[in-house]
């Protein structure tokens, strides 16, 4: 008889100083499935869960308990946060005997009721299975605690961001815990240094994070451990366990091996802390840049109101500033609903006075007002063949494509959907081949779906809710520095 695994999720990168809120809608929209329905919605895709069941395959049988995401916003009201956890228990109440667990988490997931809601999943599921194999796959940006490490076995993070390797990612979890089931023992060292570090030079394929992953694999390697994870952690979220997590997994006889490579590698980060130090042109000073630049399109990342960070999505200070430098052929995209309905008022070819964005709070800029030409209107849905759960389906919600009398082009949706695919243009008609100017609101995530086609890109300092510089928000929470420790929970 096949051996059964749990397969469950709790995702959200949560930034507590995001205007937008999340609600159970949110979950709703993005995944809160339960049953066959959850294996139904990721077979097959780049997903973290799609990668669990593509690595069990024939060799186990996969228990679908329940999966809740919900994209970056601000913490999830204590409403939905005691919904998720009470859904949580309804799927554990009705499950089987299992023997094993494999949980996708992202580690950042801060909520009104509970401040470390990984933490506080993996007790519950732990409280119900206190003794088989639990694997935990983590976002390369979770504020990953010790408490909560303290409940798996085996817990790695995503070596890329962008993330081009969630799916990858759950089916090497799935491999580590075949081997379990077939009486491996498995331990994770945790260790993490308190500091704050811009998500722009966080990036895998550049400095410092490219040579730090391959100087810390390489080290694994030479120990004989089974896998080294570098988590720098996501800045925005007022949390102690804020900070620069390192993992490192092996065999159970072997914890004084990885317990050194976190110790090496923590002491390698610290050396490395100045090179995340980095300073980027305004807004004014960006535009002017790019229109002197050959090549087209360049994209402009706007860094602050970076969506994929939890960010409102309709800051304006680029927009205004492609308007001001008549930037024509350039495209935005802004999160404002009451414009899509203006829009929708208006139909396909019809004109109207157009106030576009900064409605969300004080941080990302002030409302453009303009005259427009509505050139299209969806519904806002697309399937992605990108690299970001590849396959796929996201949505929007209504759409409205606007020109402007600068020929300036903007897509405007009603809720606020990070830059992870190219098709959120293609989708509705826009060709960014033929773009001047791209704004991506995201920090690094936006370069697997533009750097293809882009000609250069130019980071914008940019007013909001994910600065380049996270120390210039206020903290109650400092980020608290945890030395190296082994966690093994089943063979306690």
Known sequence: MRKRVGIAGMWQETNTYSPRATTIADFEAFELLEGEALFAHNRGTGSVIGGFLDGLGDEAEPVALISAGAWPAAPPDKETSHLLIDRLESSLRHAPDLDGLLVNLHGAMVTAGYSDMEEETLRRLRARYPSIPLVAVLDLHANFS?????????????????????????????????????????????????????????GSATEPMRGLIERAETRAKSAGIERVSLLPGFPYSDVARCGFCVLAVSAADRGHAALAVVGDTMADVQDCLPQFLLKRPLPAHAVAEALARSGNPIVLADVADNVGGGSPGD????????????????????TDAEAVVAAQQAGTGGQLAASLGGKSDHLHGSPLKTDAIVKHLSNGAYRTQGSWMTGQAFSMGATAVLELPEAVTVLVNSQATPPFHIEQLTSNGIDPHRASIIVAKGAVAWRAAYEPIMASAIEVDTPGCCPVDPLILSRRNPPAEVPPAIHRYSQK
């Open 146 to 202: 010790a408490e909560a490490c303290a409940h798996c076995d085996v817990a790695i993070g995503y070596r890329t961001y962008p993330h081009v390797d969630m799916g990858d990612c759950g089916h090497e979890a799935a491999s580590l815990m075949l081997r379990s089931l077939a009486g491996e023992k498995f331990v994770t060292a945790y260790g993490k240094l308190g500091v704050l570090t811009t998500p722009l030079a966080q």
């Open 315 to 334: 800051g304006t200070a680029l927009l205004h500033e492609l308007v001001r430098q008549k930037a024509a052929g350039s495209i935005v995209i802004i």
